[in-house]
């Protein structure tokens, strides 16, 4: 079974500038998440789907960071405008059930950005 | 609210010795608990999961974690370590009653000496 795929898998952009990250979950997932891990930390929930709607988004920065699930399936997260103190590792996890709190989480290789 | 903690920013174990992560949980309700391993530059990975039942947990890679709740811990074993182990190990909970969210702990770096 294909895991969770993430791409770019590094990314280096200047602060003030928009950069933007895919996911694409284990075949059958409902519930896709994205986490911000800064080095030294525990990954940080920023947003969960539940098919192609948003669960929690409680902890994105809604002024810069947006997400959006394609059809249920892919994700994309984009940072416009990037500030340094975004510079971190993006994993996305996926679960298989909606609604199952208790669930497994999978995740993605991850992609580390580096705001310069 | 649920938060966990992992009191050791590392830990170091002779190979072949036994070996222990630690994590102490805070919880109203019943808590919903999680071990992954994180290798370089690669994602975490699932090891084990604790929702209900016996409080030894077996997991992959021959890992098992012992629930206890009057000590509201939930730490992590291995009787028998490997060098290939060392790697960076998070606790995890579940963010209170009714939630989804996922709360880490800072980490446990494991470095198991040949």
């Known amino acids: 079974e294909a895991g969770v795929a993430q791409s770019p898998r590094y990314k280096i952009i200047e602060k003030r500038q928009s950069v933007a990250f895919w996911c694409n979950p284990i075949?059958?997932?409902?519930?896709l998440y994205w986490y911000q891990q800064i080095l030294g930390q525990g990954p940080k929930l920023l947003i969960q789907?539940?098919?192609?709607?948003?669960?929690?988004d409680s902890q994105l920065p809604k002024d810069r960071f947006s997400a959006e699930r394609l059809k249920g399936v892919d994700s994309t997260l984009k940072i416009q405008p990037a500030k340094l103190e975004d510079s971190a590792v993006y994993l996305c996890a996926s679960s298989l059930l909606a609604g199952a709190r208790t669930d497994t989480q999978y995740f993605g290789p991850g992609t580390r950005l580096t705001v310069l | 609210a649920q938060s966990v903690a992992q009191p050791e920013d590392q830990v170091n174990v002779a190979e072949g010795n036994p070996l222990t992560v630690k994590c102490t949980y805070s919880?109203?309700?019943?808590?919903?608990l999680f071990w992954y391993v994180q290798y370089p530059n690669r994602g975490l990975q699932f090891l084990l999961k604790?929702?209900?039942?016996?409080?030894l947990v077996k997991g992959s890679y021959g890992f098992e974690a012992e629930f206890n709740k009057s000590q509201t811990s939930f730490h992590l074993k291995k009787p028998s370590a490997l060098v290939s182990d060392s790697a960076l190990y998070f606790c995890?909970?579940?963010?209170?009653?009714?939630?989804?969210?996922?709360?880490f702990g800072k980490g446990t770096k494991l470095s198991v000496i040949p």
């Open positions: 995890a909970g579940l963010s209170g009653a009714g939630s989804y969210q996922l709360t």
């Open positions: 075949s059958g997932h409902a519930t």
């Open positions: 789907f539940q098919n192609n709607g948003v669960v929690d």
């Open positions: 604790y929702i209900t039942g016996d409080n």
């Open positions: 919880v109203s309700g019943n808590p919903y």
